[in-house]
């Protein structure tokens, strides 16, 4: 193989993840993408990456917990997203897979990771979702989950 082709394979990463669709009361569970990381200032889905040996549910409720420190009890695996993001010149290209969940879930949300890769974490209406920045993800996940919002 031409070593280019070595070098652009060796920049290149995929990523998997577990997030979790949560409404309740009309309103869905997000949380606000930190300073520094891709999509910053933009709402995305409680959850994130999966380590080394973690089981993705394991995964979700961890990161759910430490995005929002609510704790899941019950989950539904409702499908997965795929998304190829071409990268900046600080961060590779890099395929994310996305496993989604739904869970039923209460409780005032608030970020329990220190300088995480989210900063904030609150209960939006579905009818207002048109006046914040969200990521592909949040539409990707509410058409998996079957939710409609109505903008």
């Known amino acids: 193989m031409p070593t280019s ?8 990463r995929t990523r998997l993840a577990a997030y979790v669709v949560a409404v309740t009361d009309g309103a869905i569970l997000l949380s606000r993408i930190a300073r ?32 929002t420190g609510i704790h899941l009890d019950e989950v539904a695996f409702i499908g997965i997203d795929s998304q190829v993001y071409t990268g900046t010149d600080t961060h590779p290209p890099v395929h994310a897979v996305r496993m989604l969940y739904r869970a039923d879930v209460r409780g005032d949300p608030t970020v329990v990771e220190v300088d ?29 989950a079957d939710i409609t919002i109505v903008d």
Do not use: C, K
Not at 7 to 12: E, H, L, N, P
Not at 130 to 136: E, G, H, M
């Open 5 to 12: 082709y070595i070098q652009g394979m060796a920049a290149r």
């Open 36 to 67: 520094g990381y891709p999509g910053a200032g933009s709402w995305t889905l409680p959850g994130g990456g999966i380590e080394w040996g973690e089981h993705p549910e394991a995964a979700l409720r961890r990161e759910v917990y430490e995005e």
């Open 116 to 144: 995480g890769s989210v900063d904030a974490a609150m209960w939006v209406p579905l009818g207002g979702m048109a006046d914040i920045p969200t990521v592909q993800l949040v539409r990707a996940a509410l058409r998996l």
